[in-house]
Each structure stands twice: as structure tokens, then as C-alpha cells.
């Protein structure tokens, strides 16, 4: 195996696996990076003020200010990406929906036979996932797009485990939505009680905010 990531399984909504390198030490560029990101969290964390809105306020956001336009799971794709996020975050969220496969399967070695074996059970992990009915788990679900000559950006929101998500397509539309995404994300911004409690949406809005 080469010292690097290896991919061993496709990406399915918000959910990719990974295998690791036993020699996975920096190289000075990603040393650099990391320090300059560093840098820019510590300046935001000593900056950040209490301006916080709901995700309904940011759905509404995105569409008044930067022209997104809902779609509905009737639309190609859409309903498939809900059904993956769902997997994905009944998977993280309610574990113990799942019975036996409560606990994430454990990945042995770095033996091809091995990572088969691991793969083989986290796909029967997900399909018993998909398989549990919503008035046991949902989430709230809504996507947002906008198309621009023959790219698009879309804006991804779950409001019940308060998720912000989203891509784009071609160079400079990607380059836009990275501006667009951290704006929406300091539009989002944090409570007093965020900063306080130093939570999950605050580590995750400094963090946004951090990225170049």
C-alpha cells in the first residue's frame, strides 16, 4: 500500500470511508497550511460576536440574496439525496435503531480480504438504515439551487440536526460558491450560549469561517 489515502468506497451522500496510511506524517506544505489555518481560527475565535440566525432565516437567506430556488424530491436525484443523508445521520445520530449493527463495524487490517470484509458490512449497515421506517427517524430535508449557463451551485439544509452543505460545478462557479458558502455561514453565525458552550455549531461556523 502506497503512503497515502486510499478511497476504498464510493461516496454516498455525507458518507465516505477511508483507509490510512501507517506513515502519514505532513509534508511542509500541509504543514504550512495547517499552521495558517490555525492562525485564522484563533483570530476568529478572539473576534466572534453573538449575531446568530435560525436555519429557517438562512433558507430564506439564500434565496432572497443569492437567487437559490428550492427543490422539491419530486425533481431527478433529489429524493436519492435525501435517502442517503438520512442513512447517514440515523447512522450517527440514533445508532441504536439498528439493532446488532448498533456499533460501526471494526476494520481489522489493510489486507484486500480484510477491507472487503469491512466494506461488505457497512453496506449491510446502511441498507438496514434505509430500511427503518421514518416515523422512527426523519430528518428535514431541503435543497436549495441555482443554475448558471452550464453550471450550478446547490445549498444543502437540515434543519433538525442543523446541517449547512453544498457544491458546485465548474472552476470560477466553484470559486464563487466557496465565498457565497462562508458568507451563509456568517450569516448563520452563533448565540451567546454557543460561544459560551463552545458547541457543535460553533466549532463548525469558526471552522467554515477559517477556510480559505
Sequence with gaps: MKDSNNIIGKANGATSYFVLSRNNKLTLKQKIQKTRFQLRKKWIEKHISANGHTLDEVCQYVQEKYGFREVTRACSGVQYEYEEM??????????????????????????????????????????????VPKEKFDIDFHKYEKKICDTEMHVIIEKKYEYIGGGASGKKTIKDFNKMYKDVY?????????IAKKTKRYDMVVRTLARR
Design 186 to 194: 456568517r450569516y448563520y453565525g452563533v448565540t451567546e450560549e454557543d
Design 86 to 131: 438520512r442513512t447517514s445521520f440515523m447512522i450517527t445520530h440514533a445508532p441504536e435503531l439498528l439493532g446488532e449493527y448498533a456499533k460501526h463495524p471494526e476494520l481489522k487490517g489493510h489486507s484486500e480480504e480484510e477491507i472487503r470484509e469491512f466494506m461488505a458490512q457497512v453496506e449491510v449497515r446502511k441498507e438496514i438504515a434505509k430500511n
